[in-house]
């Protein structure tokens, strides 16, 4: 899939198959993340890859926002540690993942935004370390949109040269 047909295409999933995503793909999806590009090359990121039944259940019982974790085949809990650049590169290498991932028919969900000390502890990552986000993946339940998203006509958000100015 090229890059722009998955930016195109790429929508929220939050209902996964009971179906193991082969290694070769998961580890494409972690190392989109760790090629990403980062603000003064600092990489302030950790990937924690978590694929035991288990703890994926203990993950989605205490999302509030991604109960569905819990039927994921795999997600990635995505850390920074104290940076000024930490949520934008973040940021950045999720995305990278979102897209690697949908692009091989596997699809995602952005879980939790900060404020998720209870991942440090259950993963035993470092108090310092802010969990950023958790991300499920996993073959979609449903053929979704592919492409069919309700966005905002092109003119009313890009401006050409200055605001205000018709992008078309």
């Not at 047909?5 to 998961?26: F, M, N, S």
């Not at 091989?104 to 935004?113: I, K, M, Y």
């Amino acid at each position: 899939m090229e890059v722009f047909e998955a930016v195109r295409t790429v929508l929220a999933v939050r209902k996964y198959q009971d179906r193991p995503v082969p290694p070769g793909v998961i580890r494409k999806v972690v190392e989109a993340a760790h090629l990403t590009g980062s603000s003064k090359n600092a990489q302030p990121w950790h990937f924690v890859l978590v694929e035991d039944r288990e703890t994926l259940r203990k993950l989605g019982a205490a999302a509030r926002s991604g109960p569905y974790t819990a039927d994921a085949a795999f997600a990635v809990i995505v850390a920074s540690e104290p940076s000024p650049y930490g949520m934008s590169d973040c940021s950045r290498a999720i995305q990278s993942m979102v897209l690697t991932a949908w692009a091989e028919g596997v699809g995602s969900n952005w879980v939790g935004f900060g404020n998720l000390p209870w991942v440090n502890e259950l993963l035993a990552i470092p108090a310092e370390v802010e969990v950023v986000a958790i991300i499920p993946f996993g073959y979609p339940v449903d053929r979704i949109g592919r492409g069919k998203k309700n966005r905002k006509p092109l003119g009313e958000v890009v401006h050409r040269e200055r605001w205000g100015q018709p992008f078309g």
